[in-house]
């Protein structure tokens, strides 16, 4: 699979016949998640700063959607008001075609940071929200063990926080979004913390998950490849103001892995990806006029 750099890579959105056929299924399939015309400003100093205008997506079941763009171009604003954590400006959102707003068990959240309750046990952690929407203390325990033998930490059900890895915390925070079985999983850059070999090792356990666990997924980050290996479909947002510069259909076939890294589907998406988040700058000398702006007149170079 590996692609020599003598052949011109093909075009990202060439598809072979499975992968085509992978997004003709995906699209059949009803849209869980629609945001329509979703806009956000802040106040600012010098008058109303837009975070994000415009923006328009569907998301179908069992769909997993990354969303990039570089720092500053809205990627948490928009995920923490598809959570419920905060409110547009304008447009809508629609869960499973009905107009939603604020947090709702139906729309998981895993952060970044590590969020979980330090005074409480694995097993306790995921079984809180249970409660709290009413389950009984035997069945919110049953359902937890569930979601923590999926996560692989059946054998730290009783731990604490204090007492995990950072990619094990996360695998809690996952278990714990997923417990009261919400129809879209949102996680905003939760590899992001951990370092490169848990990165990769939780990038293929969530795929794996999400294979086996009937859940939509809208996961932000800003690393290209994590993107290209994750998604169905890609967000690149463009900033200032926050708005869809293009959506890509991954053409890497399924199941992914770390080994399609240097696939040539993989390095033509790496590199479509690259043109839009990473413009090329060019060289001041091609454009500027040359000013001597030294008086000292020793070459530097
Ligand atoms: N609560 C807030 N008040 C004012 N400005 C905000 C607030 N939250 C975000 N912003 C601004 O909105 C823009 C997008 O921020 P954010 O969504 O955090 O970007 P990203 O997650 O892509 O790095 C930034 O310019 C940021 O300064
Ligand atoms: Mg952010």
Redesign the pocket.
């Known amino acids: 699979m590996s692609h020599s750099t003598s052949e011109p890579l093909p075009d990202y959105r060439t598809q072979d016949p499975a992968v085509a056929a992978r997004f003709a299924k995906i699209k059949e399939r009803p849209v869980v998640l629609e945001i329509d015309r979703l806009g ?1 400003q ?3 100093e010098h008058g109303p ?1 837009t ?2 205008r415009d923006i328009s997506l569907q998301i179908h079941r069992r769909e997993f959607v990354c969303v990039i ?10 995920i ?1 008001i598809i959570a419920g954590l ?1 409110d547009p400006t304008s447009g809508r959102m629609l869960v499973d075609g009905k107009e939603t707003s604020g947090p709702c068990p139906e729309r998981g959240m895993v952060f970044q940071g590590y969020t979980l309750f330090p005074w409480l046990t694995v097993k306790r952690n995921v079984m809180f929200g249970l409660e709290m929407d009413g389950m009984s203390s035997a069945q919110a325990e049953s359902e937890a063990r569930q979601w923590i033998d999926l996560v692989g930490l059946r054998k730290f059900a009783e731990n604490y926080p204090h007492q995990l890895s950072g990619g094990m915390k996360q695998r809690v925070a996952i278990a714990r979004a997923l417990a009261p079985n919400p129809r879209v999983l949102l996680m ?2 939760p590899f992001g913390a951990l370092d490169a070999q848990t990165r990769a090792q939780m990038q293929s356990h969530l795929l794996e998950i999400w294979r086996n666990v009937d859940v939509t997924i809208l996961f ?1 980050t ?1 690393d290209l490849d994590e993107a290209i290996l994750l998604a169905d479909r890609i967000v690149v ?1 463009k ?2 103001p ?1 708005e869809i510069q293009e959506i890509i259909e991954v053409p890497v076939p399924r199941p992914r892995s770390l080994a399609q890294l240097q696939s040539p589907e993989f390095q033509a998406t790496r590199r479509r990806l690259d043109e839009l988040i990473h413009p090329k700058v060019h060289a001041p000398s091609d454009h500027l006029p040359i000013v001597r702006l030294t008086q000292i007149g020793d070459d530097v170079e």
């Open positions: 956000r802040f106040p600012g700063v975070a994000l763009g570089p720092s500053g171009c809205g990627k948490s604003t928009l923490r905060d905003d850059e932000i800003h947002l900033a200032h926050g």
